[in-house]
């Protein structure tokens, strides 16, 4: 519960605009973890991907196209070494056709109500990115 009973504001808009025809359906502020590092910044669900912008640095953006993504789950965080025990017990992790993983961490009860959402859409694209029958 957020300090005091404020609500959290809700993250602005991504500095970049959107290519015509995409429109931004959830966003949330949220934490890329990769390797022993973790960006803190915001992740936006749109119709045709997943677009993380980190706060600073100079690799800002983490883009994971829907036609790419094999299947979405929430698991615990394999790299926490430290912290306190219920530290990324659950994030949401999405796996790319290629064997990658990009993880997320954001608020329990958010990530589970986004999984669906993010389901969806690999649900959607898959067929597209099956090649045709010739």
Same mark, same amino acid.
């Not at 430290?82 to 949401?92: D, E, H, K």
């Not at 954001?106 to 029958?133: C, M, S, Y």
């Given at each position: ?20 025809? $995409? ?8 934490? *890329? ?9 915001? *992740? ?10 980190? $706060? ?20 615990? %965080? ?24 990009? %993880? ?5 009860? $958010? $990530?589970?109500? %986004? *999984? ?19």
């Amino acid at each position: 519960m957020p300090l005091f009973g404020r609500k959290p504001k809700p993250p602005s808009p991504p500095s970049v605009e959107l290519p015509a025809g $995409e429109e931004i359906e959830q966003a949330t502020r949220a934490t *890329l973890l990769q390797g022993k590092s973790a960006m803190s910044g915001k *992740l936006y669900l749109t119709n045709r991907r997943l677009l993380f912008e980190a $706060e600073k640095g100079e690799a800002r953006w983490m883009i994971v196209p829907y036609s790419e993504v094999r299947s979405a789950g929430l698991y615990p %965080w394999p790299g926490a070494t430290m912290g306190a025990p219920r530290s990324r017990q659950q994030c949401l992790c999405v796996e790319t056709a290629q064997g990658e993983q990009v %993880w997320w961490d954001f608020g329990e009860k $958010e $990530e589970r109500a %986004w *999984l669906p959402l993010v389901q969806a859409h690999i649900g959607v694209a898959e067929p597209a990115a099956e090649p045709p029958d010739a």
